[in-house]
């Protein structure tokens, strides 16, 4: 149980809590009457995830009187930021600049990115100890100017400035890290209290969805994906999106990571593959990239789509006579231009080039696989 909350993560739900919002209610008087009393509190998780991606930007913040103790005789340690413990399928990244931590903010109770138990009312749980939530294993904060992670010089520090009305962290655009979730960090990541701080490591989001197909509608449920980074063989896995709890609501099959740009991924999903498969990568930087390395059950053919325009034989690695690089047949890599790809059918895996740029976060670069079987 947690005392107070300074900041509470944003989340995206695919369904309206008002009556207004909801178009099988045909009367709504007044239009600001919730739909079930067990919508309520106006913070708890209404349907599944409602967005693909979103992010939050924190500018000239300060955070003072903030214990991570039960101090002051409270019956609950206090947080200045923290997940909402009811946003269980997705937490969108948080980007912090400009941050002030007064010395009052102590710093054990600073970003609380941990299981906990949260209140005993709360039946969107997933995410507390012995659950599994992609909500909590796969979100990370992003620090832009290293002042998240870091305190402001003090008097007698070199680096200290009377009139300075901003200043630089040790770590700029370090990145925080989940303790619930340690694959996700790199060994030069720092642990505090219910987090990493992370000084040389960048994460993105990288989605995968299998288009038009919802688990509760189709009886077909694909289980748990494996991303394995294959710098330092850390895995982690994405089980998916829950339900809706007090409204029905079928979540689309789809998964997300958070992957570190310039890396190789292999992704492992333990059931027979969709015959569609969709990948966003939601990075605006052009020179970030990373290589996707999809396992296949079986030999299949594949047709490949960017913006859904249909790529041809110059994006195949493999095709010796028509790919536009050098080398071919080959297998991709990061620095192939973005929807490069080629099928290794030793390995059975599908390799593809995956790249930042203008408009990915809104969509833009969208890769889709459509799957043939070979007979």
């Known amino acids: 149980t947690v005392w107070r909350a300074g900041v509470l993560g944003h989340m995206v739900n695919?369904?309206?809590?008002?009556?207004?919002?909801?178009?099988?209610?045909?009367?709504?008087?007044?239009?600001?009457?919730p739909v079930?009393?067990?919508?309520?509190?106006?913070?708890?998780?209404?349907?599944?995830?409602?967005?693909?991606?979103?992010?939050?930007?924190?500018?000239?913040?300060?955070?003072?009187?903030?214990?991570?103790?039960?101090?002051?005789?409270?019956?609950?340690p206090s947080y200045a930021f923290m997940p909402n413990p009811t946003s269980i399928d997705v937490n969108y990244p948080n980007h912090f600049e400009d941050v002030l931590w007064l010395p009052s903010a102590h710093s054990d109770a600073r970003l609380m990115l941990d299981r906990h138990t949260a209140n005993p009312d709360n039946d969107a749980d997933q995410c507390a100890d012995g659950g599994d939530c992609d909500g909590l294993a796969q979100m990370f904060l992003v620090d832009v100017d290293g002042t998240l992670t870091d305190d402001p010089p003090a008097p007698g520090d070199p680096d200290y400035d009377e009139n300075a009305t901003r200043y630089t962290?040790?770590?700029?655009?370090?990145?925080?890290?989940?303790?619930a979730n340690p694959a996700n960090a790199i060994a030069e990541c720092v642990s505090r209290g219910g987090h990493f701080a992370c000084d040389s490591l960048r994460l993105r989001t990288l989605r995968w969805e299998a288009?038009?197909?919802?688990?509760?509608?189709?009886?077909?449920?694909?289980?748990?994906?494996?991303?394995?980074?294959?710098?330092?063989?850390?895995?982690?896995?994405?089980?998916?999106?829950?339900?809706?709890?007090?409204?029905?609501?079928?979540?689309?099959?789809?998964?997300?990571?958070?992957?570190?740009?310039?890396?190789?991924?292999?992704?492992?999903?333990?059931?027979?593959?969709?015959?569609?498969?969709?990948?966003?990568?939601?990075?605006?930087?052009?020179?970030?990239?990373?290589?996707?390395?999809?396992?296949?059950?079986q030999p299949f053919n594949l047709d490949v789509f960017v913006d859904g325009v249909r790529l041809g034989a110059e994006f195949d690695a493999s095709d010796r006579e028509h790919f536009s690089?050098?080398?071919?047949?080959?297998?991709?890599?990061?620095?192939?231009?973005?929807?490069?790809?080629?099928?290794?059918?030793?390995?059975?895996?599908?390799?593809?080039?995956?790249?930042?740029?203008?408009?990915?976060?809104?969509?833009g670069g969208e890769v889709m696989l459509r799957l043939t079987m070979v007979v």
């Open 14 to 33: 695919a369904l309206a809590k008002l009556c207004e919002g909801n178009p099988k209610i045909p009367v709504c008087r007044p239009p600001n009457t």
């Open 36 to 76: 079930k009393e067990c919508l309520m509190p106006w913070e708890h998780r209404e349907g599944t995830a409602g967005a693909r991606y979103s992010e939050a930007h924190w500018s000239a913040v300060t955070f003072g009187h903030f214990g991570g103790e039960r101090t002051c005789g409270l019956a609950a």
């Open 169 to 179: 962290g040790a770590w700029p655009g370090a990145t925080v890290v989940p303790a």
């Open 211 to 297: 288009p038009g197909m919802a688990s509760a509608e189709t009886g077909r449920f694909l289980g748990r994906f494996k991303a394995r980074r294959a710098s330092d063989g850390r895995s982690t896995w994405s089980r998916g999106a829950y339900d809706g709890n007090c409204l029905p609501s079928n979540p689309t099959q789809w998964r997300g990571w958070a992957v570190r740009p310039g890396s190789d991924y292999n992704l492992t999903m333990f059931t027979s593959p969709p015959k569609h498969h969709r990948f966003n990568f939601f990075d605006e930087d052009p020179d970030s990239s990373i290589l996707i390395g999809l396992f296949l059950t």
């Open 325 to 363: 690089g050098v080398g071919a047949p080959r297998l991709p890599t990061r620095d192939d231009p973005h929807g490069t790809h080629a099928f290794d059918p030793h390995e059975r895996r599908f390799y593809l080039t995956m790249r930042g740029g203008a408009g990915r976060t809104a969509g």
